[in-house]
């Protein structure tokens, strides 16, 4: 039987942006993309009825290191698809949509690196999002899996492996992103958190980026740099 581990969080506190921001070069930043990952023992404790969640005791694959959640374009969705489509999507039943076209080598991957596949989130993040990125869900997974996995091989994965079952700061979460992405990287994440049982819980990050192609460290440092809602939280830990 899993169960959580919690220890006390830290506070809040209010979110505000930054004004055109510049990039590292001094030329203007903008957010065109976002990348957003999820600590899924976090998003477990707040839901832990979902199939995702609750399919883990059964023997599922327990995802290691952040999970992927999905890639957006800003203010740009559902791109090309029609109205009745969009309204199954928007019924949040998920696994009724279309299946997903993919190799099989992919799907495997995206099994375990996004736990949501068994909600169907898959389907729905290639409805809304995928489709204003790449003419196949194949490309647009075989991309974002390729951001997933440089962020979890990178400093920020190991923090988050060290932390996990303890409290991470906002201050140490930006830090890792300035190690493996570069001075600034840090300013481009906003942290996810939630208040489960008078604990401050992560649940996850969105990172900013100026593109959805090239190399990830730059497109982070070319996006407008924000300020999270949440200073840190617990890295909720599961355990057997």
């Not at 990348?35 to 969640?53: D, H, I, N, V």
């Not at 440092?221 to 890295?235: E, F, H, I, P, Y």
Request: glycine share 10%; hydrophobic share 40%; charged share 25%.
């Amino acid at each position: 039987m899993l169960l959580f581990l919690l220890t006390l969080a830290v506070p809040v506190s209010a979110v505000t942006l930054a004004d055109e921001p510049e990039d590292g070069d001094g030329g203007k930043a903008k957010t065109r993309h976002v990348l957003a990952l999820t600590w899924q023992p976090g998003f477990c404790l707040r839901k832990p009825k979902m199939p995702e969640c609750a399919q883990w005791p059964e023997g599922a694959h327990e995802p290691t290191g952040l999970a992927l959640h999905g890639l957006w374009q800003v203010k740009k969705s559902y791109c090309g698809i029609d109205a009745e489509l969009k309204k199954r999507d928007r019924s949040n039943k998920w696994t009724d949509l279309p299946q997903l076209v993919l190799s099989e080598e992919t799907a495997t991957r995206l099994s375990v690196a996004m736990p949501g596949v068994a909600s169907g989130l898959d389907r729905h993040q290639w409805l809304m999002n995928g489709t204003c990125h790449a003419a196949t869900a194949e490309d647009y997974y075989v991309r974002s899996l390729e951001m997933l996995d440089a962020v979890n091989a990178s400093a920020v994965g190991a923090l988050f492996d060290a932390k996990a079952g303890k409290v991470v700061t906002k201050d140490e979460i930006a830090a890792a992103f300035d190690a493996a992405f570069g001075p600034g990287a840090g300013e481009r994440v906003r942290l996810r958190c939630r208040n489960i049982d008078g604990e401050k819980i992560i649940t996850g990050l969105t990172i900013g980026l100026s593109a959805d192609e090239g190399e990830l460290a730059g497109l982070i440092r070319g996006a407008s740099a924000t300020k999270s809602k949440c200073d840190g939280g617990l890295l909720v830990q599961m355990a057997d």
